[in-house]
């Protein structure tokens, strides 16, 4: 999978984003992206030929991994990767919106297309909004997939067309519980950077609105 225009949208958010919006995008391109590339997809590669039963009963490997793992827990980190950065499309277009206008106009309309007022503020938070959200609803489909954020060395499967209760053995548990604690925690990182940023361009903007009144009030 090629991961090129996921870190050319990251690089293109990164010139309309506050100070806080940057380091978000450094923890998702350098401790989420780079982590998966690198490391992550190679251990999760044969996650179901390594998936081994003590029992060679076709098929019942099959069906005891499907119960276990009914979707790839690095696929869905792949899917979470790609949900979450693609709210940030809403200000790359908003931004492109701007500029097209200004030239449709032949003519100045904005001080700087990129900045964060107006319009373009509402997109902004409302992309925050749903990043945020987004974070949530996979770190909420990981618990409830997997039963809790924990890799176990031993399941055991009854299912058909197991004869009786059989133990399956997962390959390198620990290897990817750590990976799967540095994905929770690297995700609930993104969440407290969407909400501090949330709240920073909230109270910025409500004082810059009571400012405006209380001149407007004084004159």
């Known amino acids: ?64 991994f499907d119960h276990f793992f009914p979707v790839s827990h690095i696929r869905l980190w792949a899917l979470q990767l790609i949900m979450v950065s693609t709210p940030s499309l809403l200000v790359v277009f908003h931004v492109a919106y701007r500029e097209n206008r200004e030239k449709h106009h032949n003519q100045k309309l904005y001080r700087n297309p990129g900045k964060i007022d107006g319009g373009l503020l509402y997109t902004y938070l409302i992309s925050l909004i749903l990043k945020t959200g987004l974070e949530i609803v996979f770190l909420v489909l990981f618990y409830k997939l997997y039963n809790g954020f924990k890799i176990p060395h031993l399941v055991k499967c009854d299912i058909k067309p197991c004869p009786s209760t059989v133990d399956c053995y997962i390959s390198k548990p620990t290897e990817k519980m750590i990976f799967l604690y540095f994905l929770v925690a690297t995700s609930c990182l993104c969440i407290v950077l969407n909400l501090s940023e949330l709240s920073y361009l909230i109270f910025k903007y409500s004082i810059k609105c009571y400012l405006k009144r209380h001149m407007k009030k004084q004159q």
Not at 35 to 62: L, M, R, S, T
């Open 1 to 64: 999978m090629s991961w090129a225009f996921l870190r050319d949208l990251l690089s293109g958010v990164n010139k309309y984003s506050t100070g806080i919006g940057r380091i978000w995008v450094a923890v998702v391109f350098m401790f989420r992206l780079l982590v998966y590339v690198a490391a992550a997809e190679n251990i999760w590669k044969h996650e179901h030929d390594e998936f081994e039963c003590n029992i060679k009963q076709p098929g019942c490997e099959n069906v005891c």
